[in-house]
């Protein structure tokens, strides 16, 4: 079975410009969630899709938005890009995206805002 | 609300030496209890899980974690450390009728040659 795969691996952008990272969860598996990871802040947590649905959102600006599709594929977006987004963002999927499901991370898209 | 504490930010072991990588968690209902590895450049990688029965699990790359409940806590241990598992290690709990998981802030380990 294939992994979770995230495209693009990386990503450099400026100041105030918006960027959408993708994410393709394991096949059979309808929950998505994506993560912020900074070296000062650790992983963060940002939201979680299930069936199209965002379930659960952790605490960022309504710059960060995200979707799924029917085929359980992800999309987040940021929009108004600022330094402090500068991060390595990671996506998970799991069978019912219960607190209990074992998480399949992606290696991640490290963004890189100038 | 549930949390996760991973008290040491970052360890330095010898290789060939033991480890053992503290996790404690607080909440009052029976808990899921993950580690998870994150190479340089990855993403995270399941080592164990525990959710019930013997308290003693033993998970990939010769890593255990024992559950106790009393002390709430669910330390990862190896008996002899490879220069391979220099990483973070990163403690997560879930929880029936809980919306998410929560991640610990992860110990990074060194390891010495």
């Known amino acids: 079975k294939a992994g979770v795969t995230q495209t693009p691996r990386y990503l450099i952008k400026t100041r105030g410009q918006q960027v959408t990272l993708s994410c393709s969860p394991i096949?059979?598996?309808?929950?998505v969630s994506w993560y912020q990871q900074t070296p000062g802040q650790g992983l963060q947590f940002l939201f979680e899709?299930?069936?199209?649905?965002?379930?659960n959102k952790g605490n960022f600006p309504g710059r960060f938005s995200g979707r799924q599709f029917s085929n359980s594929r992800s999309e987040m977006n940021v929009s108004t890009l600022e330094l402090g987004d500068s991060a390595l963002y990671l996506c998970?999927?799991?069978?019912?995206?219960?607190?209990?499901?074992?998480?399949?991370f992606g290696p991640g898209t490290r963004l890189t805002v100038l | 609300a549930q949390s996760v504490t991973q008290p040491d930010i970052h360890i330095t072991v010898s290789e060939g030496a033991s480890l053992e990588l503290r996790c404690n968690y607080s909440?009052?209902?029976?808990?899921?209890l993950f580690w998870y590895v994150q190479s340089p450049g990855q993403g995270l990688q399941l080592l164990l899980k525990y959710f019930s029965g013997d308290t003693l699990v033993q998970g990939i790359k010769g890593f255990e974690a024992e559950f106790k409940r009393s002390q709430s806590s669910f330390n990862l241990r190896k008996p002899s450390v490879h220069w391979s598992d220099a990483a973070e290690y990163f403690c997560?709990?879930?929880?029936?009728?809980?919306?998410?998981?929560?991640f610990g802030d992860g110990t990074t380990l060194t390891v010495k040659p």
């Open positions: 997560a709990v879930g929880f029936t009728n809980a919306g998410k998981s929560t």
């Open positions: 899709y299930f069936s199209e649905t965002q379930r």
């Open positions: 909440y009052g209902a029976t808990p899921y």
């Open positions: 096949s059979g598996h309808r929950s």
């Open positions: 998970a999927s799991s069978l019912a995206g219960l607190s209990t499901d074992t998480q399949y």
